[in-house]
């Protein structure tokens, strides 16, 4: 692939991803349930395909080096964001953490904090304090260590049977319990690794035309009858058909960009590309801002205004982190 090639496909995903990590920002904003079955149906799946599609079987054939990597790029900013949301917590919440409050209890948050960030969960769990939206980053290192370890299968079929295994044990084994580091969902999360790899690995985008996209369309408007996908809550009806919103979804919207590609040359296409580029800081901190630092209660009741602000608040977070060199340079590893 030639550098401009490859450079228009990396614009037109970190598009794709930055209006995803909208979607993630508006399902949070508590919108009406219409909307938010439909929004569930496929944007968190999305980031999982997106992840499977740039996976590069051939860099990371020593899983030694994709551990490194992986801990530098998911581990990392979780455990930055841990740290950060501590040091928030004294400035914003803490009475007085020099006068008031007894040193006994921040050391007690600062536990609490540690048993967050070592359980790597999104819900709260025997006793401990879920560690929030970063739980997709445990569940993306997990899930990138057993694709690699799937990958290694030489025949595709056997591959695809061992994918459908790990895919359905929440199923045939319905008692197990959640795992740190999100590992139970890890299960699911490969089998839209895969996907997604798939995707890449085969071409399949290169196919696009414009019967196949009107079938596309077709089926990501019909998503919300037929699945649902919280992966955070363990909730998902069918996961095998969860997958066709966001395939859907991401084909369509290529397809879109194929045959009109200048119709994000603009402010809202650089907007959205930065949204993109720098989603993780998003996921990690967009909701602080609504609960922690700046609480309008006022906004809270409208998810319009509420989605508007985040998003707003989250472009404040990208400049903030942005001049804070080496803390940005650690969410970009």
């Known amino acids: 692939m030639n550098n401009n090639l490859k450079e228009q496909r990396n614009r037109t995903f970190d598009i794709l991803k930055g209006i995803t ?6 399902g949070h904003a508590n919108p009406p349930i219409s909307l938010s079955s439909f929004i569930y149906s496929f944007h968190l799946p999305l980031f999982f395909i997106i992840s499977g599609y740039f996976y590069n079987k051939e860099k990371y054939s020593n899983i030694f080096f994709l551990i490194k990597k992986k801990i530098k790029s998911c581990i990392i900013p979780a455990l930055i964001t841990t740290i950060m949301i501590f040091l928030l ?13 007894p040193t006994i209890h921040i050391l007690e948050v600062l536990l609490e904090n540690s048993k967050t960030f070592l359980w790597g969960n999104g819900i709260n769990c025997n006793g401990i304090t879920a560690v929030g939206p970063a739980w997709f980053l ?9 694709l690699n370890l799937v990958l290694r299968i030489k025949i595709l079929f056997i591959q695809i049977c061992v994918i459908l295994f790990l895919a359905h044990l929440k199923y ?9 580091w999100s590992l139970d969902v890890s299960f699911w999360a490969v089998y839209y690794l895969f996907v997604g790899y798939c995707i890449n690995h085969f071409d399949f985008l290169s ?11 077709l089926l990501f408007l019909a998503n919300p009858l037929y699945t649902f996908v919280s992966l955070n809550n363990r ?30 040359n603009n402010k809202i296409g650089d907007i959205l590309v930065l949204f993109g580029k720098e989603s993780i800081i998003i996921l990690c901190f967009h909701l ?17 205004i509420l989605s508007v602000y985040m998003c707003f608040t989250s472009y404040i977070t990208i400049i903030i982190i942005s001049n804070l060199k080496f803390i940005y340079k650690l969410y970009h590893k």
């Open 21 to 26: 990590i909208i979607f993630v920002i508006i």
């Open 89 to 101: 917590w004294l400035i914003f919440m803490c009475p007085s953490p020099f006068k008031d409050t």
């Open 207 to 217: 196919i696009l035309n414009m019967k196949l996209g009107l079938v596309l369309i």
């Open 138 to 146: 445990y569940c993306l290192f997990c899930g990138l260590i057993i």
């Open 235 to 264: 909730d998902i009806e069918n996961i095998l058909l969860s997958a066709i919103p966001a395939i859907s979804f991401l084909c369509c919207f290529c397809y879109i960009n194929k045959v009109a590609p200048k119709i994000f």
């Open 288 to 304: 602080l801002w609504k609960d922690w630092l700046f609480p309008l209660s006022f906004i809270k009741y409208n998810w319009v």
């Open 172 to 180: 045939i084994f319905p008692n197990i319990p959640v795992l740190p």
